[in-house]
């Protein structure tokens, strides 16, 4: 059961003092230059006052755009390898969404799947997640169609929801707990606050959409709505759930590092196969891809979906593929 | 006429097979659509919030396979077509430019040229403001400010699949075998992706500022294609897309060539 607090807003710099002093890194959005994005604050009012979100997602906290796996030397007889140890800041996500929060379940799925990827794990055991419940959304949002909502606690160590003078505080998890712990004197009891988040309606049936996927893979409409996609990879590298990656070596003569990257399943190359033969030769087919993998596979395989409806994607993309749109027609009869 | 009635007579005497313009996006965008029945061409959409460079989609494999299609151009994009004709990758009689407010057909190369000599070229204002003060720092700060702006960039390659100009079917950044430019998103892989797609473009640019747009982070990123333009133009006195046969400065030189070393 979640204990809920009241958390007043001049309570947050002891909140984030506490969190430094507990030698914590704090990732909070900021508005820079016009953009908001996550960055490492010291107080709170470095975080940005008005978002509805950041523009890249929060997992770059857990699985960053380049991670060393491994280093090797070549000596005159044997090569030295060297596996590199996982960086792993103590890190407080603060002011994420909801959406964002439960993500990570997403990519927990994937990096835990037979083998459990100690990069990934590492970062996550370090990584505490202050969310913060939507009371502003656009029209690329759609995380009540996909489970999830405005107020959702999934995947929030505390959540907290916007009232007069502060925040209602729920403590969610033992890392919420413990950070409650470090500032006890913030918390205050609450005094029967109400939670009140913006709605977001329901825009499709999403457990009727991954029925309708079963028969619809060779339909025609994969093509049509995919014809504008230019085929980068910005709705991957933004999206809180992608988890696709490269692995790489960078080397010169005396040995190089093993690097994991981003990657994406937009691009012609990402399955292209040595033989020169490509599985997914045309834009329709690795758009399918990007649908049926969130919509259609992650259920199958991990009982969940790949995505949260955050809606990243929509705002990022050059050419307005809209994907709620898209995923609402899809699941028309 | 309208645009739209335009687009239903084409499609409906069969003279194109498609109509590639713009439609109502999300939040009120403008966004790319390819109509192909006359019936549906009441979607179509033209005015000043109508950014997108489309001639980015005519050397792309689904719409070449369509046929001989009609196409909303702007001057960048009309640019963009010659620029692309002189690169020979796309032919005159396989392509209608709708012009001005859509109504006015451009069928050849020669038509394009033509209206395009009545409007030149100009920057908008932030860019010209920003390539200024670009131009004011020293090389030291202009190290500085692209460092800085390139350190967020994720290398998620909008820019470069947006540019009308970005056309090969194999990219060098794909190369693996060898592999010239990291594929990582760090500041060494940053720094040579952009330098290799900035040289690329350099002389080729028809300065559309569509990689710029598309940058999820907002990146600048035009401003490098657009400088190495100038310096072409400046250099050699060419400018991308004004003609659908240009003998490219950086890939032909003249025995007569001011320049020793080339003799
Ligand atoms: S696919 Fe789009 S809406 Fe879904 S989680 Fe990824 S970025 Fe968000
Ligand atoms: S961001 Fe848009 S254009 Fe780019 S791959 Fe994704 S859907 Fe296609
Ligand atoms: S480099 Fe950028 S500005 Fe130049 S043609 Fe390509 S998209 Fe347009
Ligand atoms: S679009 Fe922006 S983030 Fe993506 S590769 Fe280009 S500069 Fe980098």
């Known amino acids: 059961m979640a204990e809920t607090f009241f958390l007043p807003q001049a309570s947050l710099d002891a909140l984030f003092a506490a969190l430094a002093k507990d030698g914590r890194r704090i990732l909070a959005p900021t508005d820079r230059?016009?953009?908001?994005?996550?960055?490492?604050?010291?107080s709170f009012q470095e975080v940005a006052a008005d978002y509805i979100q950041t523009i890249l997602s929060a997992k770059e906290a857990a699985f960053p755009k380049v991670e060393r796996l491994m280093t090797f030397t070549l000596g005159a007889k044997a090569v030295d390898l060297k596996d590199a140890e996982p960086h792993a800041e103590p890190t407080v996500l603060f002011g994420v969404r909801p959406c964002e929060a439960s993500g990570f379940g997403a990519l927990d799925a994937v990096f835990n799947w037979d083998t459990r990827d100690r990069f990934f794990n590492a970062r996550m055991e370090a990584l505490a997640i202050i969310g913060v419940g939507c009371t502003k959304k656009d029209d690329a949002c759609f995380c009540t169609s996909v489970g999830?909502?405005?107020?959702?606690?999934?995947?929030?160590?505390i959540l907290l929801t916007p009232v007069e003078g502060g925040f209602l505080a729920e403590v969610l998890t033992p890392k919420g707990r413990a950070?409650?712990?470090l500032a006890p004197g913030a918390f205050q009891p609450d005094p029967g606050l109400e939670k009140k988040v913006v709605e977001v309606p329901v825009a499709f049936d999403q457990p009727g959409l991954t029925r309708r996927l079963k028969d619809r893979f060779e339909d025609g409409i994969w093509m049509e709505q995919s014809l504008r996609c230019v085929g980068c990879g910005a709705c991957a590298?933004?999206?809180?759930?992608?988890?696709?990656?490269?692995?790489v070596e960078e080397a010169d003569a005396k040995g190089g590092h093993r690097l994991r990257t981003w990657d994406s399943c937009g691009g012609p190359m990402f399955t292209l196969h040595a033989s020169g033969h490509n599985p997914r030769e045309t834009q329709a087919q690795r758009w399918r891809q990007r649908v049926y993998h969130k919509f259609s596979y992650y259920p199958e395989r991990y009982d969940m979906l790949g995505c949260v409806g955050c809606g990243k994607c929509t705002r990022a993309c050059p050419v307005d593929m809209n994907l709620q749109e898209h995923l609402a027609e899809a699941a028309q009869a | 006429m309208d645009l739209r009635e335009k687009a239903r007579q084409l499609l409906e005497s069969g003279e194109v097979k498609a109509v590639i313009g713009y439609e109502k996006g999300t939040m009120g965008a403008r966004r790319p659509v390819f109509v192909k029945k006359a019936e549906r061409a009441d979607r179509l959409v033209l005015d000043g919030d109508c950014a997108q460079n489309l001639a980015t989609y005519l050397t792309r494999p689904?719409?070449?396979?369509?046929?001989?299609v009609a196409i909303t151009a702007g001057p960048d994009a009309l640019r963009a077509i010659l620029q692309l004709m002189a690169e020979r990758q796309i032919e005159e009689e396989n392509l209608l430019a709708l012009a001005g407010d859509g109504t006015v057909e451009?069928?050849?190369?020669?038509?394009?040229e033509e209206h395009l000599a009545l409007a030149p070229k100009e920057l908008p204002a932030r860019d010209?403001?920003?390539?200024?003060?670009?131009?004011k720092m020293d090389r030291a700060e202009r190290w500085a400010f692209w460092q800085k702006e390139l350190s967020r960039c994720v290398k998620c390659y909008a820019c470069r699949n947006s540019c009308p100009m970005c056309y090969c079917g194999h990219c060098t950044m794909d190369c693996n075998r060898p592999q010239w430019v990291p594929v990582a998103s760090h500041a060494l892989g940053n720094l040579e992706y952009h330098m290799v797609r900035a040289m690329h473009l350099a002389g080729r640019c028809v300065e559309c500022g569509d990689c710029g747009r598309a940058c999820p982070v907002g990146i600048p990123i035009h401003l490098l294609t657009f400088n190495c333009e100038e310096s072409v133009h400046q250099q050699f006195g060419q400018r991308a897309g004004a003609s659908s046969r240009l003998d490219?400065?950086?890939?032909t030189f003249r025995p007569d060539d001011k320049e020793s070393f080339i003799r």
Not at chain 1, 148 to 153: M, R, Y
Not at chain 1, 237 to 247: G, H, L
């Open chain 1, 237 to 247: 590298y933004v999206c809180p759930t992608c988890v696709c990656f490269d692995i």
């Open chain 2, 248 to 251: 490219y400065a950086l890939s």
């Open chain 1, 179 to 181: 950070m409650v712990a």
């Open chain 1, 148 to 157: 999830g909502g405005p107020g959702s606690t999934r995947g929030s160590d």
């Open chain 2, 62 to 68: 689904e719409i070449r396979k369509l046929g001989r």
């Open chain 2, 106 to 112: 451009l069928a050849s190369a020669q038509a394009i």
């Open chain 1, 33 to 42: 230059d016009g953009r908001t994005e996550l960055n490492p604050v010291a």
């Open chain 2, 128 to 135: 010209r403001e920003l390539l200024e003060r670009l131009g």
